[in-house]
């Protein structure tokens, strides 16, 4: 598993006949390498964009990628990402932590026979640094000298020189997240129209699987790669892995439930439960808190600039309550916790645990409502100040039944505190387009989680508009800038941790958003896979370990 | 006639001009655009302007839109911003698995529709008639995902739940289980496929066929069976139809031989207005059954805000609808000597 699964999306936004070539399949094992068995086909909601790593976008594209490649870099999830080796089996920071020396293996060859080497390291770098790409990794090389690549020593030793040191894990992370590219092969492909160049369909894998096939919006074929010349012990133990496009949730299901498919991502609280009774061969795996929601004040609003109004609400919203209607199983398991920012808990070195989210405490609120000045003068059941009512707008996107319910429920319960809230649900692209622009009162959104800490995009004071324009509600805390520029040019992540917890402690005191909860993805796959590896990192760990007991076997070829 | 099907076609092409400009400005109105895709919090604002110029999106509209122009002009579409693929290599991907299905849906919903309306008017006020007046009207109001939906519960799942238990009590025979199972999503077998021999492939897909096929084609059969059946019970009422039975012909021979001709008149109409829909799919039954045709593309497309691809499916679609109308026009004719054109 690399680190690129986590990178490649860190924050998210919101928001005929013949069946392809037969397979050749590796029926015996080879080099003492356990003989393959079984097939695992996965409901999967959207197709690949683009295989040629330095131009891919999707999560989609980066769980195919991953298993043709072999990582620079391996990496493991426990607190923070654990680093392994890959194709760098050692590697070494210089003192000012501005030099990062690897040693690499000399065995590793594309799927056509020429080996990988440090050149195609460079020559990815090469794709990233080129203006004419137009590859949205740019980051990644921002601060590597000279000119965005690195120094081939000699074949087997490469050095990656830094302008300066920051956050560690980010810094490994530039070097090592990207799946490399064949020199030989895109060399002398032109640039400008890289996105467009077969190799982006028909990928080159120096990893464990290789591409066997691909129907757009139809189904995906990983097959063992006969060619990969890694580590035995790191070859497929299944014969194939099937990733069918179901675009409809309802299909999905009925798949999974009738054992069409094995495997299903993002299965709600409510199925789960349906599933636990119909359904007892299939495991439900928890992935951990990947993702928030929250509601999220328009700080430019009026209503919402006292820091007062804004707890006074966070006190009026019974979250603990909602978890429990909206994420709770029948069993009792709750798939929420409450949040208090938007560093993920799974990062739990560095998420601040001290802080302790405000109770539900509707008579607190009114108290902090009224020292605001917000009191019912004209006794029609809406607080006022100044003569205007206190009322909004809650808005959300179409298409998410759960925020629907968060809209109704916060309604209700505001409206028992004296605020008038009034719904609205616009379409995905115009809701954030709006939010970008700044063009709400309040609004129910989420952000999925980075594995990276930086949460300068979503909460610095710079009125670099395009920069910032994730920063919707428009907080600004010189103090907490001053402190996440401190964090992130601290390369030693404990180090830094204080400082994230700090900023964390800080933005909840603030309460730009009503941080609601983390919640908890939910994963069914079949009894019969073992060494499955399903986490927060990916749903899609380490493929090439996962097995079928000999004894279990559904699909015989 | 030549000169009338000369007019139409000219007259076709101020009309894809009108119906490409307002589909062109409908998405630029649109909140977003296709770059949004590469954009997360931490994509830096000097990659948002590399990437945005790469598409052109610098430019104002008025000039892409121009250039959209004369690029059409040559009947080149150009590529995909968000597929990064040329459009037209997109729209074949597509288009055979659209015009498939639409295929099988046409195969139910005219000799459905037709022999239904026949019997309907055959039995006029029979129990039977009744029947299938009230079985028509239930499939005729019932939206087409829900009908999708409601088929992949009870038949691929339901049904075919129920088939495999009966196997797995040794009631049935494998073979038997294989055939009457019937598939609730994709275009065939995704793991089969790999053992099945060409024959069973073939047998595999047709059986993938079923379900939406009826999804598509249950509805519109309805409504072509209420056609049919008030249309041959106006003919069955004139003059030459009490002749032929005067001349003491057989019921069968008058129904199927003199009053079937004139009856199926607006049926060739209904036909030809259901070109147009032979390929541009469905969009909702496509992405229940999770079938890759030009309905999804049309979906996917207008979601990603993919001009060049909304455009040139527009486009092929205005097309269609100018052709389907114009075949019918001139089926018309040709079926009833009364219609000239001149």
Redesign the interface.
Known sequence: MSMRRFFV?????ML?????E??TLVEQGVDGAPQTRD?L?IAYQSDI??LISV?S??AADSDILTNLSYPLVDSAFDCSLQKLPGMATEWAWSDDGKVLSMTLRDDLTWEDGSKVTAEDIAFTYDLVAD?SV???R??YI?RLVPEGRPKIVDPTHIEWHFTEAYDRDTQMAHTSALSLVPKHVLAAADRATL??HEM?KKPLSYGPWRLADW?????IVLEPNPNFTGPASERPKLN?V?F?????Y??RL??L??G?VDMMQGITVSDADKLRETNPEIRLVRRGWRSNDYIAWNLQNDIFKDVRVRRALAHAVDIDGMIGKLLTSRTGEAYARRSIGTITPELCGVHNDDVKPYPYDPEKAKQLLAEAGWKDTNADGILDKDGKPFEFTLSTNTGNKRRADIQVLVQAQLERIGVKVHLEKQES??F???MRKKRFDAAVAGWSA?LFI?PT??WHCDT?E??YE?NFVSYCNPEVDALMEQGLRTPDPAEAAPIWKDVQARIYEDQPYLFLWWQDEIVGIHERFENTKIDVLSALNDLHEWEVPADKVK??? | MTKYIFRKLLLAVPLLWGVITLIFFLVEL???SVA?????????????Q??V??YGLDRPAIVRYALMLKNLAFFDFG?SM?????VFE?IR??L?NTLVLSAVTMMIIFPTGIAVGTLQAVRHNKLSDTGASIASLFFYSMPSFWLA?ML??FI??GW??FIEGLGARGVLSDDTVGLLVL??????D??G???MT?GE??VD?LKHLILPGFAMGLASAAGTARYMRSSLLEVVRQDYIRTARAKGLLERVVILKHAMRNALLPIITLFGLQIPYLFSGAVLVE????W?GMG??IVNAI?T?DTPLIIALFFVSTLLVVLGNLIADVTYAIVDPRIKYD
């Not at chain 1, 129907?215 to 189904?219: I, V």
């Not at chain 2, 598939?183 to 065939?188: A, D, L, N, T, V």
Request: with cysteine; proline share 10%.
């Open positions: 999306l860190p924050l998210l936004a005929g006949c013949g069946g392809g037969r397979a097939t086909v964009g683009n131009v976008e999707t203006p137009a590859s949205a740019v980051s921002e996105r467009g982006g129907k757009p919006n139809s189904l194939r099937i069918r496009i179901l675009p409809e309802s299909t009925i798949e439930e009738s069409k692209n115009a954030f387009e709006n980075g930086d995009p979503l670099d395009r920069k994730f699909y015989k070829r | 649109t909140p977003g949004d895709k590469f954009f997360t919090p931490e994509t830096p604002p000097e990659v948002r590399m990437i110029a790469k590529v968000a597929q990064e693929r040329p997109i991907d597509a055979p939906l992949q519960l691929a799942f075919s739940g598939p609730s999503s994709g275009m065939f995704a793991v496929q790999f053992t060409t492939q073939i897909r992405t229940i059954f999770a890759p999804r593309l979601y805000q």
